[in-house]
Structures are given as C-alpha cells and as structure tokens.
C-alpha cells in the first residue's frame, strides 16, 4: 500500500490541480443542488412562479410537466389511476435518468444529500469506526416494503415520512417536525453508520438504480494504470464497492464502472491526482496507452 494513504485525503489532489481543479465537480454538484431547490421556492419566497410544485410533481412555466416515477408508482400501486399529465411527466423524468444514470437523482438534484454528505465530513472528523453496515440490499427491501405497505393502506406511505419532502416542504412552511427527521438522517449518518441512509436504507436511492442500470453516462477508470494506491477515492466515495472491479480490472476489462449503484458524483474524479478517472459512455472501453506499457513491464 502507498504511503500517499497517509496524507489526508485530496491534498495530493489540491497539490497537483490546486483547490478548484479537486472540487470541480464538487461544486458542481452543491450548485446543481441549490439551483433546484431555488427553483421551486422562488414562488413561495418571492414570488416568481417559475416553477410550480415540488420534487414529487411540479409544472414548469405553466406547461412542462415533471412527476416523481417513484411517486407515480406508489399512486398507482395504492389504487389511484393518475392524470395523463402525471403520466407524461413520469416517463420525461424516467427518460432523463435512464439516459444519464438514475442516481444521478441523489447526488445532483436531492437536497438531502448536502445534508448526508456533512454528516459523513463529521464522521470523518471525529474519526469515528464505520459502525453497523446493513448489506446494501436492505434499500430494496424497504423499497419492495414501501410498496407494500402502499398498496395495503391506499396511500402514498413513503411521502408521509420522506425527509426529502419534509425538507421542502420546511422550508416553504417552516420546519417544525421536519428538522427533527432531518437531523434525523444526520445523526443517524455521523453516529450509526457511514453513509447509511444514502448508502444502505432510502428506497428513493434503490428506485433509481434500477431505472439507470443500462444508462449511458459512466465514470471510467480509463487511467488506472497511473493508480498510485492513494486510496483517496475509496475514501469520498459514497458507494466505494463499484470502483474496484474498474479500477483493479486486468488488460482486456472494461474500465467502466458499471455498477447502477455508483452515484456519478465524480467526486473519484476530483480526487485523484494523477487523474484516473473521467466522466465518458457505457460504450467507452477505451483505456490510456500507459496501461499496456504497465502489462508489457509486467
């Protein structure tokens, strides 16, 4: 293992790129993230109607529909046909994320995520032990849970405790109750376990890997013959299990990564000093020439 794991994580990467060049994407992501909640409370707070609604359903400038698929499932699981609208505002939604990968949802638009995100800086800080790691699986069972409890109750279960909507709906109304299911999911991240809400328990998260399993935008470990075992991107990646199989992948195997798990966060990216890793497409399996000089000196 390389010595460079001593360091703290991303300061080879400030060091070789300077500060913007190792939070691009980063900051990026914290701006796509504002702008989208900026949207829909430009109407409550100031008054301009650009945009009507919330993440769950929403009509922009009066004529583009936009539904939450989750949502929508959820409707029509507990027994109430949706408008066509609905519809059409579902499969546009559903299009997107199946184009550009479906947990693209969790770390660009979902305004939890700043929120996880801190939790886990804290964690770090405190350098606190991983603590209870459910196996990742356990999202689709309360995805699969969610569902049924849904189609039992003839309600939308999920949004009755969803922080995400609690979050909004705080801050057009006031928090009240949903500070304390956000601070909540923080807590529950710093203390319990590392990246566990993200990570192991919010169905939200589950529903989306499933639509991008096939998507076309992917994260590619294309350089990965410069790997220099720093370690830095396991350590600021959210889901670090979908990056061994590209990154450590022998001569001949995809340097994709291709696991609908993978958040396209491209935090690897911003990491990574000697720049491994680059946003690309599924059909992308090209990788960097210094890779077949490593084989051949093998």
Same mark, same amino acid.
């Given at each position: ?84 609208? +609905? ?18 949802? /969790?770390?660009?638009? /979902?305004?939890? *995520? ?63 109750? +949903?500070? +304390? ?46 790997? %220099?075992?720093?370690? %830095? /991107? ?26 609908? %798990?993978?958040? *396209?966060?491209?935090? /690897? ?8 890793? +680059? ?5 992308? *399996? ?8 490593? %084989?051949?000196?093998?």
């Amino acid at each position: 293992m390389s010595t460079k794991t001593k360091l703290p994580t991303g300061q080879e990467a400030v060091a070789a790129k300077g500060w913007l060049g190792a939070h691009k994407w980063l900051i990026l992501r914290r701006f796509s993230q504002s702008s989208f909640l900026f949207l829909f409370l430009m109407g409550p707070w100031l008054g301009i109607w650009w945009v009507t609604g919330t993440l769950a359903g929403s009509r922009t400038f009066g004529v583009l529909p936009l539904t939450d698929p989750f949502v929508l499932l959820q409707s029509m699981v507990a027994g109430h046909w949706p408008e066509l609208t +609905a519809i059409i505002g579902a499969g546009i939604v559903l299009a997107v994320y199946a184009l550009v990968g479906g947990r693209v949802y /969790c770390s660009w638009v /979902c305004p939890i *995520n700043p929120v996880t995100d801190a939790a886990h800086w804290l964690h770090d800080r405190l350098g606190l032990p991983k603590g209870w790691q459910p196996k990742r699986s356990t999202r689709l069972w309360i995805l699969g849970t969610v569902l049924v409890v849904t189609a039992l109750t003839g309600a939308i279960a999920w949004e009755v405790v969803n922080p995400i909507t609690m979050l909004h709906r705080g801050l057009v109304f006031g928090m009240g109750f +949903a500070w +304390a299911l956000v601070g909540a999911v923080f807590l529950f991240d710093v203390v319990v376990a590392r990246h566990g809400w993200c990570g192991h328990l919010c169905p939200v998260g589950a529903f989306y890997s499933l639509v991008g399993r096939k998507s076309l935008l992917r994260i590619s470990a294309s350089g990965r013959a410069a790997c %220099d075992d720093c370690m %830095d /991107c396991f350590a600021v990646c959210p889901e670090n299990q979908v990056i061994s199989p590209a990154l450590r992948g022998k001569s001949g195997e995809t340097p994709l990564i291709l696991s609908p %798990d993978c958040t *396209n966060c491209g935090r /690897c990216i911003d990491v990574c000093s000697v720049d491994v890793f +680059a946003f690309t497409h599924r059909f992308d *399996n090209h990788v960097k020439d210094t890779e077949l000089v490593a %084989d051949k000196a093998a």
